[in-house]
C-alpha cells in the first residue's frame, strides 16, 4: 500500500497573484494539488491548515542570473562609479585569488539572502576556476542540497585571457579541453530531469568573447547532446557592441547565432542593446532574457527592451545579477527595481506590477527552462512565498499584491519549497545567521587582503 501524503491549504490568503487559487493551495508532498477559488473550500478534507489571512501569497520567485561569489565584493571602493569594462578589470584581479572555503560561504550566504527575499529557485553564473577552485559547482550543488532550495547551477568558464587580449587574468583561464570535459562530468554526477528537480546543470562560457568560437560551437554540441540549457551574458553595454564589431566584424547576436547559440535552449543576461530586427530573432527563437534592472543601472548599462522582447516570442525572466553589481540578492527588491525603471520606457498601463510579478515567477521558470514552477495551479511545485503587510511601509496600502512593489517588499515571512518550509517568522530554518555574516565579512576581508 502507497502511504499518502499530507495534505495541507494555505488557506485563504489577503491576496494571491493568481485569481484562480484567492482561496489559496493545497499542497500535498511536493507539489500543489488543488487551487481553491476566492471564498471556497478544499473539495477533500485535509490533514493541516496554514491560515495566510495576514499574507500575500506569490509562487515562489525564480532567479535567472547571479555570481555569488561576487558577495565577497561588494561596494568595493577601487571598483565604485565604473562602466562594465573598467569594473570587470579592476575586479578579475580581486576574483582570481578565490578559495574554496570564500566561494562556500559566499554561495551559502547569497542563497539564504535570496531564499529570504521570497526566492525559492536559483541561479548562478560560476566562470572563476583557478587553481584553488576547481570544485566550486561541486560545493554549490552541496550547499544547495543542505539549504533545500532549487538550484539552477551553471558550468561557467573563460578560455581567452589577458595573453590573448581577453579582459581576465591568464590565472582563471582554462583550457578548453579541461572545460569540456568538466562539463560533461558535472552534468552527468549531478543534473536532474523532470518535473521537480532540484538541482540542473547549464552550460555557461562568461561572455562570448572571454571563450574561443570552437568552445562556443562545442558548449552548444554539449547541451544538445545532454539537453541541457546553454547561458551567457549578451549585448550589456555599447561598448560590447563595438568590441564585438572590432573582433569578429560583426554584432553580438550575429556572432552568437553564428556560433549555434541562438536557440531556445539559451537564455541571456541583460540583453539590452538590441536592434528592432534582432528583437524579432530573439523572440521567434525563443531565445530567454534574464532582466536585471539594479545591475543596468548601477553600471549605467542601459534598459532592456523587456515588453518588445515579450510581445515578439522571447520569455522574460528576473534576475538580481551579481552581487558587486547590484550589490543586493534581494528578488522581492529587484521586482521593484523592474517596476520604476520599466515606466521609464514603458507607460504605467503597459508595465504594470502584474507584469514585473510574471517576469519574477513564470517568466524566469520559461528562462530556465521549467514548466513545473512560477505558478499556482494543480501539478505545479510547492514553491511558495508569502509576504506579511504588518510593516511601516505598507501601512495604509489598499491594494496588497500592488504594495509588494510599490511599497518596496524585501522579506518574505514564509516560504516553502517542494512542500518543505523554509523560512518560517521571516528567518531561515537551520542557519544561524549571525554566525554566517561573521564568517561571510571574514572571508571577505581575507579576500581583498590577498591583493
Ligand atoms: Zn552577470
Redesign the pocket.
Given at each position: 500500500m502507497t502511504e499518502t501524503a499530507q495534505t495541507l491549504w494555505i488557506r485563504h490568503p489577503l491576496a494571491c497573484a493568481d485569481e484562480r487559487a484567492a482561496g489559496g493551495v493545497v499542497v500535498a508532498g511536493s507539489r500543489i494539488v488543488e487551487a481553491v477559488p476566492a471564498g471556497g473550500q478544499p473539495s477533500q478534507p485535509v490533514d493541516a491548515t496554514f491560515d495566510a489571512s495576514r499574507h500575500v501569497l506569490l509562487p515562489g520567485l525564480v532567479n535567472t542570473?547571479?555570481?555569488f561569489y561576487q558577495t565577497l565584493t561588494r561596494a568595493y571602493s577601487p571598483a565604485l562609479n565604473k562602466e562594465l569594462f573598467p569594473w570587470l578589470t579592476t575586479l578579475y584581479d580581486v576574483w582570481a585569488n578565490l578559495d574554496e572555503s570564500q566561494l562556500a560561504l559566499a554561495s551559502e550566504l547569497a542563497m539564504v539572502e535570496l531564499l529570504m527575499s521570497g526566492c525559492t529557485t536559483v541561479a548562478d553564473?560560476h566562470y572563476v576556476f583557478s587553481g584553488a577552485l576547481l570544485n566550486a559547482i561541486d560545493q554549490q550543488v552541496e550547499t544547495a542540497r543542505r539549504l533545500g532550495v532549487r538550484a539552477a547551477l551553471t558550468r561557467g568558464s573563460m578560455s581567452v585571457g589577458r595573453d590573448d587580449g581577453g579582459l581576465p587574468p591568464q590565472s582563471v583561464v582554462q583550457d578548453e579541453q579541461t572545460i569540456i570535459d568538466d562539463s560533461q562530468r558535472l552534468i552527468e554526477r549531478y543534473h536532474e530531469r523532470g518535473d521537480g528537480a532540484m538541482v540542473t546543470l547549464a552550460l555557461a562560457p562568461c561572455s562570448p568573447f572571454s571563450v574561443s568560437r570552437e568552445l562556443m560551437g562545442e558548449s552548444a554540441r554539449l547541451a544538445e547532446t545532454h539537453d541541457v540549457r546553454l547561458h551567457t551574458?549578451l549585448a550589456e553595454t555599447e561598448d560590447e557592441t563595438g568590441y564585438c564589431q572590432r573582433l569578429f566584424g560583426m554584432r553580438p547576436l550575429d556572432y552568437l547565432e553564428d556560433c549555434g547559440w541562438l536557440s531556445n535552449r539559451t537564455w541571456l543576461?541583460?540583453g539590452i542593446h538590441f536592434n528592432d530586427d534582432e528583437v524579432q530573432r530573439l523572440g521567434r527563437a525563443g531565445t530567454g532574457i534574464a532582466h536585471?534592472p539594479s545591475?543596468n543601472m548601477v553600471l549605467g548599462s542601459g534598459m532592456c527592451r523587456t515588453l518588445e522582447l515579450e510581445a515578439a516570442g522571447a520569455p522574460v525572466g528576473l534576475a538580481v545579477?551579481?552581487s558587486a553589481?547590484n550589490d543586493h540578492s534581494n528578488l522581492a527588491e529587484e521586482m521593484r527595481q523592474a517596476m520604476l525603471l520599466g515606466r521609464l520606457r514603458y507607460s504605467p498601463g503597459e508595465l504594470t506590477h502584474e507584469a514585473v510579478i510574471r517576469w519574477a515567477t513564470r517568466g524566469s521558470a520559461r528562462c530556465l527552462g521549467r514548466d513545473d514552477i512560477g505558478g499556482l495551479e494543480p501539478g505545479q511545485q510547492a514553491d511558495l512565498a508569502l509576504f506579511r503587510l504588518d510593516e511601516l511601509r505598507f501601512s495604509g496600502a489598499e491594494n496588497p499584491l500592488a504594495a509588494l512593489l510599490l511599497c518596496g517588499a524585501h522579506r518574505a515571512d514564509r516560504v516553502m519549497v517542494a512542500g518543505r518550509w523554509r523560512v518560517i517568522d521571516a528567518l531561515p530554518c537551520d542557519i544561524d545567521l549571525e554566525a554566517l555574516m561573521a564568517k561571510h565579512d571574514e572571508a571577505a576581508r581575507r579576500l581583498r587582503a590577498a591583493l
Open positions: 542570473h547571479h555570481h553564473h551574458h543576461a541583460h536585471c545591475s545579477d551579481g553589481s
